[in-house]
């Protein structure tokens, strides 16, 4: 495999269920300066290594593509989310494209995923990064255990977690989901990343529900009857999934 090939190391597997170990699939040629994409289906979670000593961990219904070249390590993340280990390299700054947003980073750990909405989520785990809209002269820095959404043309902003938080919102990585502090809807968003098992609501009123918990990504229709039990609902079963709706007075 050439320099700037892709190299599997792992799956993922946890939370009551491994998760689902489907083909990964490479796009593009080997080669120094080449690009390179790798995308992970729903259920999969993949951890590939990449040139210089860096990995990358791709959540489900993830595309990215790389382009290493002598100035810079790049990564576009077209779609999902990613974490990234990148190994110190002053030469090389490595660099994370997702549509007008770039994060730099030299020597980190960090995630960014892309919302539905356009949205583009960071998170330090470690070291430092800087965020920053393609074209833009000026970036923020997130140092670890921050995090900023970067919404529009909205100002960037750095926010402090807790060491609880940079863990819940890698939960992923163990076939975890975190939900707390969650709607129902939020909730059953999440799932629909993983499996084709769709809840839904019997009023938009159920779906604003708040719900708690930590729950395997392939158990979406345990979550649904968990929920239903805690809420005081009942778990309507059909073929595609299940609907939450109020229980009989």
Do not use: C
């Amino acid at each position: 495999m050439g320099p700037a090939g892709w190299r599997r190391r792992q799956g993922v597997a946890g939370g009551g269920g491994a998760v689902a170990a489907s083909r990964v699939a490479a796009v593009g040629v080997n080669g120094g300066g080449r690009r390179n994409g790798i995308v992970t289906p729903k259920g999969d979670v993949r951890r590939v290594s990449v040139p210089g000593g860096s990995a990358v961990t791709l959540n489900a219904d993830t595309a990215v593509r790389q382009a290493f070249v002598a100035e810079e390590r790049r990564i576009d993340l077209l779609r999902g989310e990613a974490l990234f280990d990148v190994a110190h390299d002053p030469t090389r700054p490595f660099r994370v494209f997702a549509d007008d947003v770039r994060i730099e980073a030299i020597g980190t750990s960090f995630t960014v995923r892309r919302h539905e909405n356009g949205d583009v989520e960071v998170v330090v785990r470690e070291g430092l990064v800087d965020v920053r809209r393609v074209g833009s002269a000026h970036g923020v820095q997130l140092a670890a255990a921050t995090t900023s959404r970067v919404s529009g043309e909205a100002p960037i902003r750095p926010q402090a977690l807790t060491p609880d938080a940079v863990d819940k919102s890698l939960a992923w990585r163990e076939g975890r989901l975190d939900l707390t502090g969650l709607t129902l809807a939020e909730a059953a968003a999440e799932f629909a990343r993983y499996s084709d098992y769709r809840i839904a609501f019997e009023t938009m009123d159920i779906g604003r529900l708040e719900v708690s918990g930590v729950y395997s990504i392939s158990d979406p229709e345990g979550f649904a009857q968990a929920a239903a039990l805690s809420l005081g609902l009942v778990a309507l079963q059909g073929p595609d999934g299940a609907t939450l709706a109020a229980a009989a007075s």
